[in-house]
């Protein structure tokens, strides 16, 4: 693999922080010219050097099942169409489809895990559901790693790991009341709707609506059924994945996103600082961005 190193500098700085990257780390637009084997190699070297934790997020999940056969009928478990290169094809132009520097960033992404609970905070990609972390269990290891065995299902829609997996590194959906839909911004009908988990508070359709703003309109003012409501989450968490164009803030006062959209030309790293055993909200927790 590629290295970066981080100057004794710049190492001394961080001696007493605990990084945490929330995943995607790769696939971003290829007009968007960022080096993501470099960025890669200075994750893995914070890692390695037990200066940071990174998980997983669904590009790196994407990258292992796009170069991985299944053992029964041989087909890769991301199926290589036109779409899916499209969104794979910045990591793959850096690293060589196939080549030995693909295969050793993909075992690297395989050992990432889904989750990190530090008691006091956890971290996770796009969502933490109570249910689907625990029926996620038994398909992990003891460091939260997706099992060997277990990737075979995660791209398998018959499957529960499925279901689960979309969950908890896309977010979850909900079915709209019959006759409601809209389009989405690739011009897709959907009556299925990502929402905004965080909000515990939320009692309609169109209050935890995850969407465009010129589809909002198109989402009821119709309360959800109780069994569906949002679950009020006990301990703070740290979630990516959302690319938000807003000046960044919590978005509940138990979670908080730190993804700003950073690899685009108007986004900006973002990071958010969190001090042992205190509240979300604190004033001594803030974000801070490049």
């Keep these: 693999?590629?290295?970066?190193?981080?100057?004794?500098?710049?190492?001394?700085?961080?001696?007493d922080l605990a990084?945490?990257?929330?995943?995607?780390?790769?696939?971003?637009?290829?007009?968007?010219?960022?080096?993501?084997?470099?960025?890669l190699s200075l994750v893995k070297q914070l890692v390695d050097s037990g200066h940071a934790h990174c998980i997983m997020g669904n590009h790196e999940l994407n990258a292992v099942g796009w170069a991985t056969n299944h053992p029964v009928h041989n087909n890769w478990l991301r199926p290589h169409t036109d779409n899916n290169h499209k969104q794979h094809r910045a990591f793959l132009n850096e690293v060589i489809d196939n080549s030995k520097l693909h295969q050793d960033w993909i075992e690297w992404f395989k050992e990432l895990p889904l989750y990190i609970d530090f008691g006091d905070i956890r971290a996770i990609h796009a969502c933490w559901d109570y249910h689907a972390i625990d029926k996620?269990?038994?398909?992990?290891?003891?460091?939260?790693?997706?099992?060997?065995?277990?990737?075979?299902?995660?791209?398998?829609?018959?499957?529960?790991?499925?279901?689960?997996?979309?969950?908890?590194?896309?977010?979850?959906?909900?079915?709209?009341?019959?006759?409601?839909?809209?389009?989405?911004?690739?011009?897709?009908?959907?009556?299925?709707?990502r929402i905004r988990w965080w909000l515990d508070d939320a009692k309609t359709y169109r209050d935890v609506a995850q969407v465009q703003p010129e589809a909002v309109a198109n989402i009821p003012e119709i309360?959800?059924?109780?069994?569906?409501?949002?679950?009020?989450?006990?301990?703070?968490?740290?979630?990516?994945?959302?690319?938000?164009?807003?000046?960044?803030?919590a978005l509940s006062a138990d979670v908080a996103c730190v993804d700003y959209n950073a690899a685009s030309s108007h986004g900006k790293l973002v990071g958010f600082v969190y001090h042992r055993n205190t509240d979300l909200l604190d004033p001594t927790n803030h974000f801070i961005c490049s």
């Design 1 to 15: 693999m590629s290295s970066v190193k981080f100057s004794s500098k710049r190492l001394k700085y961080i001696h």
């Design 19 to 39: 990084l945490v990257f929330i995943g995607d780390l790769i696939d971003n637009h290829p007009d968007m010219k960022t080096e993501q084997l470099k960025t």
């Design 136 to 193: 996620l269990a038994e398909y992990l290891d003891d460091k939260q790693r997706l099992r060997t065995e277990a990737w075979f299902d995660v791209f398998d829609k018959n499957k529960p790991l499925y279901g689960i997996v979309e969950t908890l590194l896309k977010g979850p959906e909900l079915p709209l009341p019959e006759g409601y839909g809209f389009m989405d911004k690739t011009k897709t009908y959907r009556t299925h709707v």
């Design 223 to 249: 309360d959800i059924p109780a069994e569906l409501q949002n679950t009020k989450m006990t301990i703070p968490v740290v979630i990516g994945h959302y690319t938000l164009n807003v000046a960044p803030m």
